[in-house]
């Protein structure tokens, strides 16, 4: 199964201490990377939670985001009643010394900063390990089918670009043979312009004609591009985590295509080799978001 680098998968445990929420995103990236955002009570189990992390995911920058809400019962309040009153006294004060009759209310006071305090229980990581797991698993699991679903659209696109490169390969080595033919015609034409009267030796001709046959052979180059493309058709089909080997393999060919245009002196391979490296464009673009 070919897998895209993009996805998104929520997860959620709830246990008799309260409910842990994880959020995972993934994007594109040349290698792996996986940042995690706990509370900082978590952090102890960081560890952990990687190795989930990388059982399911080998490539692609993952973030994971986890949210602690406590049950009721395991939450306290507190009040400062020294700054209440210092808080108090304040606003009295401004109020005399500003002529108001407003009145200071309780409610005006306890909105102020510090002056109630929530504080949570304080739970040991290993109590919250199940959960955590449980929700991590959860999330990973919706992340991957979305990946295997954008990996199966960006698979038909490839090959259906695969198909596509092979076809102007096949034209391409078509018109290269009667190439040199067309070499022939248009030589012959230029030396009839600028020497009207001078009759050119059929052995220098051969020998011109040879030394340009030998140029823009491109029969290797046919050969090693067809390899490629069967590769990477064999790619497709392993699955797993063959982006970057497609990568390497788009690579290749563009060089294989290089190689072509610089020994064409064809006006016809020429064009379709500008086709041939858009066509190539698109298909690397999609195989870099593989996973």
């Not at 008799?16 to 959020?23: D, F, L, M, R």
């Not at 009040?79 to 009145?103: C, F």
């Not at 659209?153 to 080595?173: C, D, F």
């Not at 080799?273 to 978001?289: F, G, P, T």
Request: charge should be negative; hydrophobic fraction near 40%; charged fraction near 30%.
């Amino acid at each position: 199964m070919v897998r895209s680098m993009t996805g998104y998968g929520q997860g959620k445990a709830q246990l008799h201490w309260g409910t842990v929420t994880v959020e995972l995103k993934s994007v594109n990236h040349r290698y792996g990377e996986v940042i995690v955002r706990m509370p900082r009570g978590l952090m102890p189990l960081e560890m952990k939670v990687r190795e989930i992390l990388k059982e399911g995911v080998h490539r692609g920058r993952l973030e994971m985001h986890c949210e602690l809400e406590l049950a009721a019962g395991l939450t306290e309040a507190t009040l400062d009643r020294q700054l209440a009153m210092s808080y108090y006294g304040a606003l009295v004060e401004l109020k005399n010394a500003l002529e108001l009759d407003d009145t200071v209310s309780l409610s005006d006071i306890v909105r102020l900063p510090e002056v109630v305090r929530t504080r949570e229980a304080e739970l040991e990581p290993e109590e919250i390990w199940m959960g955590l797991a449980e929700a991590i698993r959860q999330a990973l699991a919706g992340l991957i089918h979305m990946r295997a679903m954008e990996g199966h659209r960006l698979m038909q696109q490839i090959k259906s670009s695969l198909e596509m490169i092979a076809g102007m390969i096949a034209t391409i080595e078509e018109c290269s043979g009667d190439m040199v033919l067309r070499y022939r015609e248009r030589l012959k034409k230029r030396v009839a312009q600028l020497l009207e009267d001078v009759t050119v030796d059929d052995g220098r001709w051969n020998q011109e004609l040879a030394l340009m046959a030998d140029r823009c052979c491109i029969a290797e180059e046919v050969v090693r591009l067809r390899s490629h493309l069967g590769q990477c058709r064999e790619c497709l089909e392993q699955g797993g985590t063959v982006g970057r080997r497609l990568d390497f393999l788009c690579q290749e060919v563009h060089r294989e295509i290089n190689t072509i245009a610089a020994k064409s002196a064809d006006a016809e391979i020429s064009r379709l080799v500008v086709d041939l490296k858009s066509e190539l464009e698109k298909m690397r673009e999609q195989a870099q978001n593989i996973e």
